[in-house]
């Protein structure tokens, strides 16, 4: 087993610079702005070769109340998991209260601690790190996570205990580690919840407050022997009611986890119905290509009417995605959460299925049969034959004369019948047009240049006599 360790320390101490230089990524959202970090966030890192694994947490105060205290609660965990922490200290702050109470904490629970003494840039490292020995830590490292000093003494050390696994086999072309799973929807309406439901533990954190999730936190399980990762991301307002800087590095997180996802599960809010936001989500997912799957959450909390009202307005408004699977669930209580699973893997075989050239110029001529392409300028557009372009969505490429003028309503004409013709449920189709190039194109002309030559050498010929 690879070693564990968790990053913990007061807020806006550099933790999460930290795990991102470990990591060598950006997953980690980072800015000048105390408390940004609160769920646990895992990644993987390696140093000459040794694999490890990092946990990000929130900051700890020791008097966290509320949604803090939820924050601090995830931290005690990362340490109750990890076989070794780095206690992140700021350098120029010196000592304080908070971090004696940690160090006596991770001593009482026996966790090999490190501790990291950050920020030392531009300062005296003797001068700052004095007041840190008080706390009877013997490993005691001077870096800036920013630049990367004294990263790599700190690495040596914390490694060192632990005994080297061997390298594990790179197999090329190996298939993606099960299905990803983001789950998206608006400020509050129970996507943290959702996500605990579906893991069966308390992973993230469940406030009663919009915006309690500000990173998309990616979860590896596995579930009836199927391997699931699954995406907790932050609620997106409408544009003109993001102010915070940390809301919008949010917003790019959650639509980094849109794109990086197989099947996208869409949270609505039955209490509030459908509202625009909702509809713009939609459209993000569908955009990106991604399979889509839509959850009506705290359905059991509404009477017989409203629940009619809203079903009947959830059909009239969205027409356009009447291929995505519409589940009323209540992820407090796990009513229909369950039978979430077997849309995300219909709607998943669909995105991914292998479509072959024959089966596809089948249904492209039937269709054609069936409904043939206007007439533009006079002449027939022609529709030959398909192939498949891509997975996930499907991408179905077609071939023919004049493609640029194939008119949009005929598309989505073509794009029903593939859907219905190949059983796809809950994922969009592409359409593409190719245009076969004319064999005779150009070939004229030069024919008429040789004919040309031929007749001056006849008319030179006959001068001569």
């Known amino acids: 087993m690879i070693p564990v360790i968790a990053l913990v320390g007061r807020p806006n101490v550099g933790k999460s610079t930290l795990f991102n230089r470990l990591t060598k990524s950006h997953d980690a959202l980072v800015a000048n702005y105390p408390g940004l970090t609160r769920d646990r966030k895992y990644g993987e890192g390696a140093y000459l070769g040794r694999r490890y694994m990092l946990i990000d947490t929130g900051g700890i105060t020791g008097e966290e109340e509320g949604i803090d205290s939820a924050m601090a609660a995830q931290s005690m965990q990362a340490i109750e998991e990890a076989d070794a922490v780095m206690l992140v200290v700021d350098s120029r702050d010196g000592l304080t209260p908070v971090d004696r109470r940690l160090a006596e904490y991770l001593r ?17 490292p003797d001068v700052a790190m004095a007041d840190f020995f008080e706390l009877g830590i013997s490993d005691i490292y001077p870096t800036t996570a920013t630049h990367g000093r004294g990263v790599k003494q700190l690495m040596e050390a914390v490694l060192a205990p632990f005994p080297e696994e061997p390298p594990e086999p790179v197999e090329e072309d190996a298939p993606e580690r099960g299905i990803k799973i983001a789950v998206i929807g608006r400020p509050n ?36 022997g199927k391997e699931y990762t699954l995406i907790d991301t932050a609620g997106i307002r409408r544009r003109k009611n993001v102010s915070m800087v940390v809301e919008k590095f949010s917003i790019v997180k959650t639509l980094q986890a849109i794109d990086d996802a197989n099947v996208v599960v869409l949270l609505i809010d039955a209490q509030e119905g459908i509202v625009d936001q909702d509809l713009h989500l939609m459209g993000t997912a569908i955009e990106a290509g991604r399979a889509l799957v839509l959850a009506v959450n705290k359905w059991d909390g509404l009477d017989a009417d409203n629940k009619s009202r809203i079903k009947s307005e959830l059909e009239r408004r969205l027409r356009f995605v009447e291929f995505a699977d519409v589940h009323f669930i209540s992820a407090l209580h796990g009513t229909g959460v369950g039978h979430l699973y077997e849309s995300i893997e219909k709607a998943y075989a669909s995105a991914t299925d292998k479509l072959s050239t024959n089966r596809l110029t089948r249904i492209l001529q039937d269709a054609v049969t069936e409904h043939q392409p206007p007439m533009v300028r006079g002449r027939r557009i022609k529709l ?27 598309s989505r004409y073509l794009e029903k019948v ?48």
């Open 108 to 124: 009482q629970k026996g966790r090999q601690v490190y501790l990291v003494a950050n920020k030392i840039d531009g300062i005296n």
């Open 189 to 224: 309406v129970g996507k943290s919840t959702l996500v605990n439901r579906l893991l069966g533990e308390e992973r993230v954190i469940v406030f009663d407050l919009p915006g309690t999730t500000r990173d998309s936190i990616y979860i590896d399980y596995e579930r009836d």
């Open 418 to 465: 593939f859907r219905k013709v190949l059983d796809l449920h809950g994922t969009p189709v592409k359409i593409e047009y190719r245009s076969s190039d004319n064999p005779y194109a150009g070939k004229k002309n030069k024919l008429t240049a040789r004919q040309a030559s031929k007749k001056r050498r006849l008319m030179k010929h006959v001068k001569k006599k």
């Open 384 to 410: 030959r034959y398909a192939h498949a372009g891509g997975k996930n969505p499907p991408v179905i490429v077609i071939h023919g004369n004049q493609t640029d003028d194939v008119p949009s309503h005929y």
